[in-house]
């Protein structure tokens, strides 16, 4: 078992990260301050995991909260059968969620846990690797409203985290994928020497070796911890985490939420990222073919569905939360393994990239 | 005018009382940082003060919720309207909230501001004696559950709070009362200076002279500053907050919301409280008129509903939130002016007290 400490001061928490590491209980009690402890998780993973768990609690008083599983229900109605469970059961100011699933259950739990009685405690026990790499550090909850994902929601941190690399097994080939693509991210953003490692090491991540998994589990939770550190409320820095995202946002946004998984959109806006900084003169073309073989090799697209248009894709990026300004910002890469920040981007030079990702483009529906 | 500054470190603000003080534009508009602002207000409050405020923004980009008056409309339907209506008129995270109304204004509006993109900034101007002494300071947000108050919120801090005492001139005269119930707990949890001074200048504050009123409103504000700069998220000092309050909720909840204002409530509450320290031999039989006959110059109940039993008024005490342990835990006062904590109340003494409240009640509905 392998532990990452995340440093924020009075809300630093540890990472522990192993395969099977549930069968130590102590991990998941010690952050645990009453006997009250409310389980939230999803129809999908109660039946896989949550009697392992109840098992692990048996000397507390456990309410369960099962949510249906997917983004579709992240919403108000759906948080708020969390808030009247614990009411009807009485949870106090001292009781503890526990949140069993993806990033879903992870971000409405979180938020229930900051809101609840104006905040209570809460631990992440995530089941998807993306989850397991994205979720688990930066502190971000919430739901999504009509009008926009992840709109209403606030910043709590967990207690603790624990990523149980065993859990993975469970998980559908195009979730492991989609996971691997924010692991990507992280060697390209800001870890060259991790991204070598990840090309060396790809085919056995897609093999589920659980001591690869957990190296490139901690080392990804690693960069973004620093990177959260440094910038915990999202001023400049932490913006750099959006690698590949504006992209993807706008391809997740045309084709319809689920039919691309966010990590693979995330995973063409990557490549697309890759080839705008090579057109910006940062990038080799040998630089590009790496990026493009290394999602490949995840099962990865490395192209724009190719029935959108480059209209669509710069009506999507305007709106996007991330456009501050008027002005198109992007995150792009200087060098492979270091991403910054740019708002000047020619526009031909942005249509041009898209055209030519269109035209090479995948089928639209995966 | 006068200017407060609450101590919060990086959350530290000002709050500055005065009559007419509104006509200052720049004391508004040095808190707002983008174009962008959102006025939240009811029905009741919008016709009289929405257009000086509106006035006053001429030169931003301002959008208007207006909700409907009343604790009943405290729950999540009615807050979705704020957030519908930033969305709707694409407010970022740069944008300000400004809540124009009474406590139920303030707090959806701070919950708003809370959760609305994970935070943005908010200014309160209170428009009711009670939203002015009370929920100026403090932080505290949120909106109610059907099963429960203020279940569901979070601490956020404003960035300014403007209190004009001449909005006072169009409240009615018993929810002015209401709002002195809070100023004289000020006087009596922990400032006898001021309980004096109150007790003297009491047909003053009644008659709304303005001077008198401003500076009730800014000791008040101070004792309750002082108090929660010793500690923001209520551990132990800030529970003195409560006096009279166990007592208050549970006359609120038996006789229904509504019936009985808060602060009416609290008023007979604070009375039940001093009588209670009298048994418990802290407080003189004249220092216990001396409260009763303060709270009678405000107009205020000193004696609990002749409708109610003890055993209504116990039910209703240990399900009250602020009961921790199982013990009911009091507020109660060591000598006028200084208030404490204590879990020492033998139960046939609560219950004596509390008959002979009832004894003497005033008539249920008031």
């Given at each position: 078992?392998?532990t990452?400490?995340?440093?924020?001061?009075?809300?630093?928490?540890?990472?522990?990260?192993?395969?099977d590491?549930l069968?130590n209980?102590?991990?998941l009690?010690?952050?645990?301050?009453?006997?009250?402890?409310?389980?939230?998780?999803?129809?999908?993973?109660?039946?896989?995991?949550?009697?392992?768990?109840?098992?692990a609690?048996?000397?507390?008083?456990?309410?369960?909260?099962?949510?249906?599983?997917?983004?579709?229900?992240?919403?108000?109605?759906?948080?708020?059968?969390?808030?009247?469970?614990?009411?009807?059961?009485r949870?106090?100011?001292?009781?503890t969620?526990?949140?069993?699933?993806?990033?879903v259950?992870?971000?409405?739990?979180?938020?229930?846990?900051?809101?609840?009685?104006?905040?209570?405690?809460?631990?992440?026990?995530?089941?998807?690797?993306?989850?397991?790499?994205?979720?688990?550090?930066?502190?971000?909850?919430?739901?999504?409203?009509?009008?926009?994902?992840?709109?209403?929601?606030?910043?709590?941190?967990?207690?603790?985290?624990?990523?149980?690399?065993?859990?993975?097994?469970?998980?559908?080939?195009?979730?492991?994928?989609?996971?691997?693509?924010?692991?990507?991210?992280?060697?390209?953003?800001?870890?060259?020497?991790?991204?070598?490692?990840?090309?060396?090491?790809?085919?056995?991540?897609?093999?589920?070796?659980?001591?690869?998994?957990?190296?490139?589990?901690?080392?990804s939770?690693?960069?973004?911890?620093?990177?959260?550190?440094a910038d915990?409320?999202?001023?400049?820095?932490?913006?750099?985490?959006?690698?590949?995202?504006?992209?993807?946002?706008?391809?997740?946004?045309?084709?319809?939420?689920g039919?691309?998984?966010?990590?693979?959109?995330?995973?063409?806006?990557?490549?697309?990222?890759?080839?705008?900084?090579?057109?910006?003169?940062?990038?080799?073309?040998?630089?590009?073919?790496?990026?493009r073989?290394?999602?490949?090799?995840?099962?990865?697209?490395?192209?724009?569905?190719?029935?959108?248009?480059?209209?669509?894709?710069?009506?999507?990026?305007?709106?996007?939360?991330?456009?501050?300004?008027?002005?198109?910002?992007?995150?792009?890469?200087?060098?492979?393994?270091?991403?910054?920040?740019?708002?000047?981007v020619?526009?031909?030079?942005?249509?041009?990239?898209?055209?030519n990702?269109?035209?090479?483009?995948?089928?639209?529906?995966?």
């Open positions: 078992m392998q990452l400490h995340v440093e924020l001061g009075d809300r630093s928490y540890p990472i522990h990260i192993g395969a590491l069968q209980t102590k991990l009690t010690a952050h645990i301050k009453s006997r009250q402890v409310c389980i939230v998780t999803n129809d999908t993973v109660a039946p896989l995991y949550l009697p392992a768990i109840q098992s609690l048996t000397e507390y008083d456990v309410s369960v909260v099962i949510l249906p599983d997917g983004e579709a229900h992240k919403h108000w109605q759906t948080l708020n059968r969390i808030f009247d469970q614990l009411l009807a059961d949870h106090n100011r001292n009781t969620l526990v949140a069993l699933g993806g990033g259950v992870g971000d409405m739990t979180g938020f229930a846990a900051a809101s609840y009685q104006r905040s209570v405690n809460f631990i992440q026990i995530p089941t998807t690797l993306l989850s397991q790499v994205d979720s688990s550090v930066g502190g971000k909850t919430g739901i999504n409203h009509p009008l926009g994902k992840n709109m209403i929601g606030a910043f709590h941190q967990p207690k603790a985290v624990l990523i149980d690399t065993l859990m993975l097994t469970s998980l559908p080939a195009r979730e492991v994928s989609a996971g691997l693509a924010e692991v990507i991210k992280y060697g390209l953003l800001g870890d060259a020497e991790f991204l070598t490692w990840l090309t060396d090491h790809m085919d056995r991540l897609m093999a589920l070796e659980h001591s690869d998994l957990a190296y490139a589990i901690a080392r939770c690693e960069t973004k911890a620093r990177i959260v550190a915990e409320r999202e001023g400049g820095m932490r913006a750099l985490l959006n690698l590949g995202h504006t992209f993807g946002h706008a391809i997740e946004t045309q084709m319809g939420y039919t691309w998984l966010h990590g693979e959109a995330v995973g063409a806006g990557m490549a697309i990222a890759a080839e705008l900084s090579q057109a910006m003169g940062w990038l080799s073309s040998r630089d590009v073919t790496q990026v073989d290394i999602l490949q090799r995840a099962a990865l697209p490395v192209d724009a569905p190719d029935t959108m248009t480059v209209d669509q894709f710069i009506g999507h990026m305007q709106v996007d939360k991330k456009v501050l300004t008027g002005r198109m910002r992007f995150v792009l890469l200087r060098a492979l393994g270091q991403a910054v920040i740019t708002e000047d020619p526009d031909a030079m942005l249509r041009e990239v898209l055209a990702s269109i035209a090479r483009g995948v089928a639209g529906r995966r």
